[in-house]
């Protein structure tokens, strides 16, 4: 298995207060997509980090060593519309209750 954190950065510093209509729809299917990967064990655990320097997302996955971070990443409703992109970063292993 590998692990990573994985870090959503919006497209701006502002961006959860600030989203449109439209971005609050992709937010919704962004989130719709996180708790089906949470569902299937893929991912861990997720959700928004208030920073007081600009929100962003951070979700922890566990995948199989065959498996490319990236190929779940790209495939987020947020990201496919072009808002936003993922930081991924390997961890050297996942301790996780449950």
């Known amino acids: 298995m590998k692990y990573y954190l994985c870090k959503y950065i919006p497209p701006r510093s502002d961006f959860l207060p600030t989203?449109?209509?439209?971005e609050k729809g992709w937010m919704a299917e962004h989130g719709a997509f996180l708790d089906d990967l949470l569902e299937q064990g893929t991912i861990v655990a997720h959700?928004?980090?208030m920073?007081?320097?600009?929100g962003y997302g951070v979700s922890l996955y566990r995948i199989a060593d065959d498996q490319d971070i990236e190929a779940f990443t790209s495939r987020d409703p947020?990201?496919?519309h072009g808002a936003g992109h993922y930081e991924h970063h390997p961890m050297l292993h996942l301790k996780a209750r449950g």
Do not use: E, K
Request: hydrophobic share 30%.
């Open 47 to 49: 959700g928004p980090v």
């Open 51 to 54: 920073d007081p320097n600009g």
């Open 19 to 22: 989203m449109s209509t439209q």
């Open 78 to 80: 947020i990201v496919r």
